[in-house]
């Protein structure tokens, strides 16, 4: 992936600082960190692209604004958190359509399929996750258009997350706009997962950018030596985290 | 293109534990092994920190698994649905490659009770006839704890096991105390060991393969202390601290001029002679599509115990077991594990989850079966309890009961939910039912062109009514600890398997159940096919039934048994055993 910089740090600081747009800065506001007190760990999170310049290698421009527009409804920035589009959620999830996972190599994909199986069997549709992925946001949309004469992405906020509340429960009959196998609710348990790992994974797949929603929760990544923590008990752990490119991230009250 | 090897003395089919412990064992007994692994070969240095910090990949896209698409399973709960393909990843998660699933396990390694290998003796003693349900094909280990229990004193030895002496009463006899010291307790240990002691249970340490201490095991590798790193289970270790055959066999015995190995080579059938009595070797399919026959005089089948079967089946070892007429034993008798338990929220204890070995826990055996009577309970069987502390990976993350699972209010539940939960579960024992058995699937079939493995199984009423029952139990330690809410996650009677993507166990067993009886085992003691007297298969497929306690214990005591069986008395005089 490209999110680590390859540039030496006195170079990623001043492209740090041409770099510093809308995404970052609502980021470093969220997390309440100065401008001008961003360290190595932002200069990391301005490596990483800004959402609004992202140029999807996966989905067009349309699907990527809907698939935006349902992260921002799935977890949106609020007082606690960054939100789905300030850590770059929407480049995860188009960045795992091209991998064996989004192209389905991993699924047994061999008919006959019966969709129809029941709940029990756990996923039996006949498409990979890149596939489910286009059908599931053309679906949304015909069906959003329809019911609000403009696709999910135009909707007001009340209405998106109606929309997805709809969809959660499998109250969106997707056989009406052209999807005969593919069901509402299996297409959003798809999204509201990949969301989740898009948040919460490491930020070397192009989502959790600057680490936030680790600092957040107060998770500290790769860190993984903790031989001596594991008698000190009920105390928090005091240290940000690092991630797999080894960049770290400072805890919100701490004073570099 | 159809390529014949050099023949060797004894090839051994997988390169996980047991085919670790089988290939270093005959090859030290001066016999010529080839192991054939149809995964990859990972070096170290794929394991070097931290890279294997990376839930995404390990955890959620299965990095070291197989893959349903390279070898997959159908399900189907009983014999009136149509099974369909495991599509995706979830139940269980088979390793692959080198180290299979040693390589990602959790490392927790207790042992079985000599009840446990006697569970249908102990049935005759201590229930009254028609007491138990009639399905039940309930069948004794064909070994004594005395000669069973040495192999397992060995296998961890070499695994360097890392527990408390003298804590579990219930315990049998042991040979040695554990190589090493217990890890240390977590929060959530310290808190459910004081209230187990409190209402009178008998908490211990969970037997871990990850070590507390620098450890040098028999065969003279060494492992590094355990740094409590949180990626353990699922994960490859980046310390040399979970014991894996990488970690505490394949380093010695790939320096044995009498051994080698190939990797992505898929075994898909074993070959009799015509008279279908021995097996003249085993034909596999290599990364270029080439058919390969490699002959031998000893078959060890040492892939995961579904595979065996399945093996076992598409070779024609064996007759398939039938659960209509009872006849035929492979595919008999397959058995999994029973996972119930609750999840507690405290809003201000801090559990710090990601300060984690996989077998970071405490538990107690007190509702081991003839360890509480359950005579007059309609039910045979027991759970280990216990309260462990394997991961804190946050896309896995427990969620506080009733909070927003997305949407306004998220951020706030995630933090709140994070880091301030801990469990209680049981791992509850799995009889061996007559419905419950694998076959051949009629439809489909692996890239190969072979039948798939299709599995027929539910949760046997029996177990869900044990399940029930201890609910109840470990709701009063729940209550106690008075946690600030709790999210309800038992079995009960009205329980069904299921094949949704949530994890629950590798720890699938039976199919190829060993016995004194060939009507009624498809191995021997020794684990020797009954029908062809080359053919080994040491493996978790032979557990008649399954206990509560985690397999792998047991599975490398009796790879052990095996070899000492095969080197001690079959190279003298080859023919059955028994």
Same mark, same amino acid.
């Given at each position: 992936?490209?999110?680590?910089?390859s540039?030496?740090p006195?170079?990623g600081?001043?492209?740090r600082?041409l770099?510093?747009?809308?995404?970052i800065?609502?980021?470093?506001?969220?997390l309440g960190?100065p401008?001008?007190?961003l360290?190595?760990?932002e200069?990391a999170?301005?490596g990483a692209? $800004?959402?609004?310049?992202?140029?999807?290698?996966?989905?067009?421009a349309?699907?990527?604004r809907?698939l935006?527009?349902?992260c921002d409804?799935?977890?949106?920035?609020?007082?606690?958190?960054?939100?789905?589009?300030?850590?770059n959620?929407?480049?995860?999830?188009?960045?795992?359509m091209?991998?064996?996972?989004?192209r389905?190599e991993?699924?047994y994909?061999?008919?006959?399929?019966?969709?129809?199986?029941?709940?029990a069997?756990?996923?039996?549709?006949?498409?990979?996750l890149?596939?489910?992925y286009?059908?599931?946001?053309a679906?949304?949309d015909?069906?959003s258009?329809?019911q609000?004469?403009a696709?999910?992405?135009?909707?007001?906020?009340?209405?998106?997350?109606?929309?997805l509340n709809?969809?959660s429960?499998?109250?969106v009959d997707?056989?009406?706009?052209?999807e005969p196998?593919?069901?509402?609710?299996t297409?959003f348990?798809?999204l509201?997962?990949?969301?989740?790992?898009?948040?919460?994974a490491?930020?070397i797949?192009?989502g959790n950018?600057?680490?936030a929603?680790?600092?957040?929760?107060?998770?500290?990544g790769a860190r993984?030596?903790?031989?001596?923590?594991?008698t000190?008990h009920?105390?928090?752990?005091?240290l940000g985290?690092?991630?797999l490119g080894g /960049?770290?991230?400072?805890?919100?009250?701490?004073?570099? | 293109m159809?390529?014949? /090897?050099e023949?060797v003395d004894a090839?051994v089919?997988?390169?996980?534990?047991?085919?670790?412990i089988?290939?270093?064992?005959?090859?030290?007994?001066g016999?010529?092994?080839?192991a054939?692994?149809?995964g990859?070969?990972?070096?170290?240095?794929?394991f070097?920190y931290?890279?294997?910090?990376d839930?995404?990949?390990?955890?959620?896209?299965?990095?070291?698994?197989?893959?349903?698409?390279?070898?997959?399973?159908?399900?189907?709960?009983?014999?009136?649905e149509?099974?369909?393909?495991?599509r995706?990843?979830?139940?269980f998660?088979?390793?692959?490659?080198v180290?299979?699933?040693g390589?990602?396990?959790?490392a927790?390694q207790?042992?079985?009770?000599?009840?446990d290998l006697?569970?249908?003796t102990?049935?005759?003693?201590?229930?009254?006839p028609g007491?138990?349900?009639?399905?039940?094909q309930i069948?004794n280990?064909?070994?004594?704890w005395d000669?069973?229990?040495?192999?397992?004193?060995?296998?961890?030895?070499v695994?360097?096991?890392?527990?408390?002496?003298?804590k579990?009463?219930?315990e049998?006899?042991?040979?040695?105390?554990?190589?090493?010291?217990?890890l240390k307790d977590?929060?959530n240990c310290a808190m459910?060991?004081?209230?187990?002691?409190?209402?009178?249970?008998?908490?211990f340490?969970n037997p871990?393969?990850?070590?507390?201490?620098?450890?040098?095991?028999p065969?003279?590798?060494q492992?590094a202390?355990?740094?409590y790193c949180?990626y353990?289970s699922?994960y490859?270790?980046?310390?040399?601290s979970?014991?894996?055959?990488?970690t505490?066999i394949? $380093?010695?015995l790939n320096?044995?001029? /009498?051994?080698?190995?190939?990797?992505?080579?898929?075994?898909?059938?074993v070959?009799?002679?015509?008279d279908?009595?021995?097996?003249?070797g085993?034909?596999y399919?290599d990364?270029?599509?080439?058919e390969?026959f490699?002959?031998?005089?000893?078959?060890i089948?040492?892939?995961f115990?579904?595979?065996?079967?399945?093996?076992m089946?598409n070779?024609?070892?064996?007759?398939?077991?039938?659960?209509l007429?009872g006849?035929?034993t492979v595919?008999?008798n397959?058995a999994y594990?029973l996972? #119930?338990?609750?999840?507690?929220f405290?809003?201000?204890k801090?559990?710090?989850?990601?300060?984690?070995?996989?077998?970071?826990?405490v538990m107690f055996?007190?509702f081991g079966?003839?360890?509480f009577?359950?005579s007059?309970?309609?039910?045979?069987?027991?759970?280990?309890?216990? #309260?462990?502390q394997?991961?804190?990976?946050p896309i896995?993350?427990?969620m506080?009961?009733? #909070?927003?699972k997305w949407?306004?209010?998220?951020?706030?539940?995630l933090?709140?939910?994070?880091?301030?939960?801990?469990?209680?579960?049981?791992?509850?024992s799995n009889?061996?039912?007559?419905?419950?058995?694998?076959d051949l699937d009629?439809?489909y079939?692996?890239?190969?062109?072979m039948?798939m493995?299709?599995?027929t199984y539910?949760y046997?009423?029996?177990?869900?009514r044990?399940?029930?029952?201890?609910?109840?139990?470990?709701k009063?330690?729940?209550?106690?600890l008075?946690?600030d809410?709790v999210?309800?996650?038992?079995?009960?009677?009205?329980?069904?398997?299921?094949?949704?993507?949530?994890y629950?166990?590798?720890?699938?067993?039976?199919?190829?159940?060993m016995?004194?009886?060939?009507?009624t085992?498809?191995?021997n003691?020794?684990?020797q096919?009954?029908?062809?007297?080359?053919?080994?298969?040491?493996s978790g497929s032979?557990f008649?039934q399954n206990?509560?306690?985690?397999?792998?214990a047991?599975?490398?005591a009796?790879?052990?048994?095996?070899?000492?069986?095969?080197k001690?008395?079959y190279?003298?005089?080859?023919?059955?055993l028994?």
């Amino acid at each position: 992936m490209t999110q680590t910089p390859s540039t030496p740090p006195q170079q990623g600081l001043r492209r740090r600082e041409l770099l510093i747009g809308s995404a970052i800065a609502m980021t470093a506001a969220t997390l309440g960190i100065p401008f001008g007190r961003l360290t190595a760990a932002e200069a990391a999170a301005a490596g990483a692209p $800004d959402l609004a310049s992202y140029t999807p290698t996966f989905f067009d421009a349309e699907e990527m604004r809907a698939l935006s527009a349902i992260c921002d409804t799935l977890i949106p920035a609020d007082e606690d958190g960054p939100g789905a589009l300030a850590t770059n959620v929407p480049v995860f999830i188009d960045l795992q359509m091209d991998t064996s996972y989004g192209r389905g190599e991993d699924w047994y994909m061999e008919g006959p399929h019966d969709p129809n199986a029941g709940d029990a069997f756990g996923y039996q549709l006949p498409y990979d996750l890149r596939t489910l992925y286009r059908k599931g946001l053309a679906a949304t949309d015909a069906w959003s258009r329809d019911q609000h004469g403009a696709g999910f992405a135009d909707l007001s906020g009340e209405q998106r997350v109606e929309a997805l509340n709809a969809l959660s429960k499998g109250e969106v009959d997707f056989a009406a706009y052209g999807e005969p196998m593919l069901d509402g609710e299996t297409f959003f348990d798809f999204l509201l997962q990949n969301t989740r790992e898009g948040y919460l994974a490491d930020p070397i797949y192009g989502g959790n950018k600057g680490m936030a929603a680790w600092v957040m929760i107060g998770f500290p990544g790769a860190r993984a030596s903790f031989l001596e923590w594991v008698t000190r008990h009920n105390i928090p752990y005091p240290l940000g985290p690092v991630d797999l490119g080894g /960049n770290f991230a400072p805890l919100p009250n701490v004073k570099a | 293109m159809n390529i014949t /090897n050099e023949p060797v003395d004894a090839v051994v089919v997988g390169l996980g534990w047991t085919g670790a412990i089988m290939a270093i064992e005959l090859a030290k007994a001066g016999l010529r092994v080839r192991a054939l692994e149809r995964g990859p070969d990972r070096p170290n240095a794929e394991f070097a920190y931290p890279k294997p910090a990376d839930e995404l990949a390990y955890a959620h896209r299965h990095k070291i698994m197989q893959s349903p698409r390279q070898a997959g399973f159908t399900v189907r709960r009983t014999r009136d649905e149509t099974a369909q393909p495991m599509r995706v990843l979830g139940k269980f998660r088979l390793g692959d490659g080198v180290g299979g699933s040693g390589l990602h396990w959790t490392a927790v390694q207790i042992r079985p009770t000599p009840t446990d290998l006697k569970l249908k003796t102990f049935v005759d003693e201590h229930y009254a006839p028609g007491a138990l349900d009639e399905e039940l094909q309930i069948q004794n280990y064909p070994v004594s704890w005395d000669e069973i229990e040495p192999h397992m004193d060995f296998f961890d030895r070499v695994t360097g096991t890392s527990g408390e002496d003298g804590k579990d009463p219930f315990e049998g006899p042991r040979t040695s105390p554990y190589p090493l010291p217990a890890l240390k307790d977590t929060l959530n240990c310290a808190m459910f060991r004081g209230q187990a002691e409190k209402m009178g249970y008998h908490p211990f340490s969970n037997p871990s393969a990850a070590v507390s201490q620098a450890y040098t095991n028999p065969y003279g590798q060494q492992i590094a202390p355990c740094n409590y790193c949180g990626y353990c289970s699922f994960y490859a270790c980046l310390n040399y601290s979970k014991a894996s055959p990488q970690t505490t066999i394949l $380093d010695t015995l790939n320096r044995m001029p /009498n051994y080698d190995y190939l990797t992505g080579a898929n075994v898909t059938k074993v070959e009799l002679h015509p008279d279908g009595k021995t097996a003249r070797g085993v034909t596999y399919v290599d990364n270029d599509g080439n058919e390969v026959f490699q002959p031998a005089d000893i078959v060890i089948l040492a892939s995961f115990s579904l595979n065996n079967v399945r093996l076992m089946l598409n070779s024609k070892i064996g007759q398939q077991y039938d659960p209509l007429t009872g006849e035929g034993t492979v595919g008999r008798n397959y058995a999994y594990q029973l996972g #119930s338990g609750y999840t507690m929220f405290f809003k201000d204890k801090e559990f710090n989850p990601f300060v984690a070995a996989g077998p970071t826990g405490v538990m107690f055996n007190d509702f081991g079966p003839g360890n509480f009577d359950s005579s007059q309970l309609g039910f045979v069987g027991g759970a280990k309890v216990h #309260s462990s502390q394997a991961t804190g990976n946050p896309i896995s993350m427990a969620m506080m009961p009733g #909070s927003p699972k997305w949407g306004p209010g998220f951020n706030k539940a995630l933090k709140d939910s994070y880091g301030h939960s801990m469990a209680v579960k049981m791992t509850i024992s799995n009889v061996s039912t007559r419905g419950n058995y694998l076959d051949l699937d009629p439809t489909y079939k692996d890239p190969y062109g072979m039948p798939m493995l299709r599995m027929t199984y539910d949760y046997p009423q029996n177990d869900l009514r044990l399940a029930e029952f201890l609910n109840g139990k470990v709701k009063e330690i729940v209550d106690a600890l008075g946690p600030d809410m709790v999210v309800d996650g038992t079995l009960t009677t009205k329980s069904r398997m299921n094949y949704t993507a949530g994890y629950s166990s590798t720890h699938n067993v039976g199919g190829a159940v060993m016995g004194d009886d060939p009507r009624t085992s498809a191995v021997n003691r020794y684990l020797q096919s009954w029908d062809v007297h080359n053919v080994f298969v040491p493996s978790g497929s032979a557990f008649p039934q399954n206990f509560q306690a985690n397999p792998t214990a047991l599975i490398g005591a009796l790879s052990y048994w095996c070899a000492q069986a095969i080197k001690d008395r079959y190279l003298q005089n080859p023919g059955p055993l028994v």
